[in-house]
């Protein structure tokens, strides 16, 4: 099991992360954005996580930690 920490303020809302899931465990809310007005990537609560870093390591802004 896993878990994801998004830095909002890095992320930029590209999707990379949302496609990388298998197990969807991340959506960008077009509702909830940073301060530069970059909508940002959200993780979802759950034990879906397996803790694979595949969302991590596709991510081009480095926004994303994950714990196992
Ligand atoms: S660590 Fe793996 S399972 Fe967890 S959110 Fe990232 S890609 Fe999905
Ligand atoms: S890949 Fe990174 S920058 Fe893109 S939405 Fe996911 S967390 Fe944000």
Known sequence: ????I????????CGYCVS???NKML???SAR???S??????FK????????ALCAEVCPDVALEVFR
Do not use: F, I, L, Q
């Open 1 to 4: 099991m896993g878990m994801v």
């Open 6 to 13: 998004v830095d909002h303020e890095r992320c930029k809302g």
């Open 20 to 22: 990388a899931c298998k």
């Open 27 to 29: 959506t960008v809310n």
């Open 33 to 35: 954005r940073n301060r």
């Open 37 to 42: 007005g970059y909508p940002v990537a959200v």
């Open 45 to 52: 609560s759950g034990a879906d996580c397996t803790g694979c």
